[in-house]
């Protein structure tokens, strides 16, 4: 920032301490007196501004020589690097190759998707209404933890929204790419569920499930004789039958191909070969490619164990925050004093090198009583399917119960 002046003039002042800013240079150099960065001055009057946050991030800074830097200037450049673990935690955005973007400013009809989307998020959201309601909270008084957590709960929720507006207008539909027979197994499977809740329901044969059997060749079997039992298991043979005619779909799918393809040559004559030749070979390559999936992806199969820690404070000092186990959940809370925590957390996974601690909780802040501890988290197997259900219930409850704890939009009334 040019400011045309120095860092203790009353006006400049005055507008740092409203906004809780600071230099980053020379809160760094602190011991040291300001270069100047102006060719016919001989005071600092060019700076990098940030609030206490962006300062626990950054690891160095500084100011280059008057004729450094990218372009002829009568100002010095000044400089920060940060950490940006630090700055971002876990959300720092990684650029990828332009050719793997699916969505394109140059595009018009996808940025036009894209801005009816993010406009339909933030009035679902009610961002604008809150930015507002925000701005006034500051005018009114002073920064409090309450508006800190506002405003970082704001910040995420539009950022949350424009990349689920990006993903939206960038995604792409490929169409679905099933043989005749996967078709029928999955007709079979909507017949033999719909025959499962007509018996556990005690309904009767609805005309379109008739129709639908007629047309599938399945006879429907006596409604009152058959057993719940029995419609269950049909259902899980379907659904056996489908998986196994999944394996090979793309050989099939490159069959019927043919199939149309000889057809359609017998009625119109010529060689449409060439026509669906690529839809065959793109049918060839998904059906090889289903084979090495399975091969590389083991089978499902249901839970063995969970394991819970035993511990319920881990400390994490690269990122500078303190997990909490809540309820088979993490919460994260964010540093703000050497050795001190704030209440309000969000969701997050713990890394594996966070340190078991013992910690002290007055009002709004957790005190870490030994900061210094080497005690890797330990963790208990649960292997009774009682127990195991018990967690699960707790933790999806506890999940579900976040966006009420932090007190963001969407809120309604309960159900």
Same mark, same amino acid.
């Not at 939009?409 to 159900?415: E, S, V």
């Given at each position: 920032?040019?400011? *045309?002046?120095?860092?203790?003039?009353?006006?400049?002042?005055? #507008?740092?301490?409203?906004?809780?800013?600071?230099?980053?240079?020379?809160?760094?150099?602190?011991?040291?007196?300001?270069?100047?960065?102006?060719?016919?001055?001989?005071?600092?009057?060019?700076?990098?501004?940030? @609030?206490?946050?962006?300062?626990? =991030?950054?690891?160095?800074?500084?100011?280059?020589?008057?004729? &450094?830097g990218?372009?002829?200037? %009568?100002?010095?450049?000044?400089?920060?690097?940060v950490?940006?673990?630090?700055?971002?935690? &876990? %959300?720092? #955005?990684?650029?990828?190759?332009?050719?793997?973007?699916?969505?394109?400013? !140059?595009? +018009?009809?996808?940025?036009?998707?894209?801005?009816?989307?993010?406009?339909?998020?933030?009035?679902?959201?009610?961002?604008?209404?809150?930015?507002?309601?925000?701005?006034?909270?500051?005018?009114?008084?002073?920064?409090?933890?309450?508006?800190?957590?506002? #405003?970082?709960?704001?910040?995420?929720?539009?950022?949350?929204?424009?990349?689920?507006?990006?993903?939206?207008?960038?995604?792409?539909? #490929?169409?679905y790419?099933?043989?005749?027979?996967?078709?029928?197994?999955?007709? =079979?499977?909507?017949?033999?569920?719909?025959?499962?809740?007509?018996?556990?329901?005690h309904?009767?044969?609805?005309?379109?499930?008739?129709? $639908?059997?007629?047309? $599938?060749?399945?006879?429907?079997?006596?409604?009152? /004789?058959?057993? $719940?039992?029995?419609?269950? =298991? *049909?259902?899980?043979?379907?659904?056996?039958?489908?998986?196994?005619?999944?394996?090979? @779909?793309?050989?099939?799918?490159?069959?019927?191909?043919e199939?149309?393809?000889?057809?359609?040559?017998?009625?119109?004559?010529? @060689?449409?070969?060439?026509?669906?030749?690529?839809?065959?070979?793109?049918? /060839?390559?998904k059906?090889?490619?289903?084979?090495?999936?399975?091969?590389?992806?083991?089978?499902?199969?249901?839970?063995?164990?969970?394991?819970?820690?035993?511990?319920?404070?881990?400390?994490? +000092?690269?990122?500078?925050?303190?997990?909490?186990? &809540?309820?088979?959940? !993490?919460?994260?809370?964010?540093?703000?004093?050497?050795?001190? !925590?704030?209440?309000?957390?969000?969701?997050?996974?713990?890394?594996?090198?966070?340190?078991?601690?013992?910690?002290?909780?007055?009002?709004? +802040?957790?005190?870490? /009583?030994?900061?210094?501890?080497?005690?890797?988290?330990?963790?208990?197997?649960?292997?009774?399917?009682?127990?195991?259900?018990?967690?699960l219930?707790?933790? *999806?409850?506890r999940? $579900?119960?976040?966006?009420?704890?932090?007190?963001?939009?969407?809120?309604?009334? !309960?159900?």
């Open positions: 920032m040019d400011a *045309n002046a120095e860092w203790n003039e009353t006006k400049f002042k005055e #507008f740092t301490d409203k906004n809780g800013l600071i230099d980053m240079i020379t809160d760094i150099h602190s011991e040291e007196e300001p270069p100047p960065t102006y060719a016919r001055g001989r005071k600092k009057i060019d700076y990098i501004l940030g @609030d206490d946050h962006i300062r626990r =991030a950054v690891v160095r800074a500084g100011t280059l020589d008057l004729l &450094d990218v372009s002829p200037s %009568d100002h010095t450049m000044q400089y920060i690097d950490d940006e673990r630090v700055l971002f935690g &876990d %959300d720092s #955005f990684c650029p990828i190759q332009g050719y793997q973007r699916e969505f394109r400013l !140059y595009d +018009v009809k996808r940025k036009e998707k894209y801005k009816e989307k993010l406009k339909e998020i933030y009035e679902h959201q009610k961002i604008k209404e809150r930015v507002e309601d925000l701005a006034k909270r500051f005018e009114e008084k002073q920064w409090t933890h309450a508006e800190y957590d506002a #405003f970082n709960r704001l910040d995420k929720e539009m950022m949350d929204a424009i990349r689920a507006a990006a993903s939206r207008a960038g995604r792409i539909n #490929f169409g790419q099933r043989s005749k027979d996967l078709c029928v197994a999955g007709a =079979a499977i909507r017949l033999h569920k719909a025959i499962l809740s007509c018996v556990r329901n309904r009767d044969f609805s005309e379109k499930m008739e129709a $639908l059997a007629q047309t $599938l060749g399945i006879k429907l079997p006596d409604r009152e /004789k058959i057993t $719940l039992k029995q419609a269950l =298991a *049909n259902v899980c043979e379907a659904w056996k039958a489908k998986r196994l005619i999944e394996i090979d @779909d793309g050989e099939r799918r490159a069959a019927w191909l199939d149309i393809m000889t057809q359609r040559a017998l009625e119109v004559g010529g @060689d449409p070969a060439k026509m669906i030749k690529c839809m065959i070979n793109a049918a /060839k390559r059906g090889m490619f289903k084979r090495l999936r399975a091969i590389l992806k083991s089978a499902w199969s249901s839970l063995d164990y969970i394991e819970v820690p035993v511990e319920k404070w881990l400390l994490d +000092v690269e990122s500078n925050e303190l997990f909490e186990f &809540d309820n088979g959940i !993490y919460i994260a809370h964010a540093k703000f004093e050497e050795d001190l !925590y704030e209440q309000y957390g969000q969701i997050k996974i713990p890394p594996n090198t966070a340190k078991v601690v013992d910690v002290e909780t007055s009002g709004d +802040v957790i005190h870490v /009583k030994n900061p210094d501890s080497t005690k890797l988290a330990t963790w208990r197997r649960v292997t009774k399917p009682e127990e195991m259900e018990e967690w219930l707790k933790r *999806n409850k999940h $579900l119960q976040q966006m009420y704890i932090e007190q963001c939009p969407p809120i309604g009334q !309960y159900l």
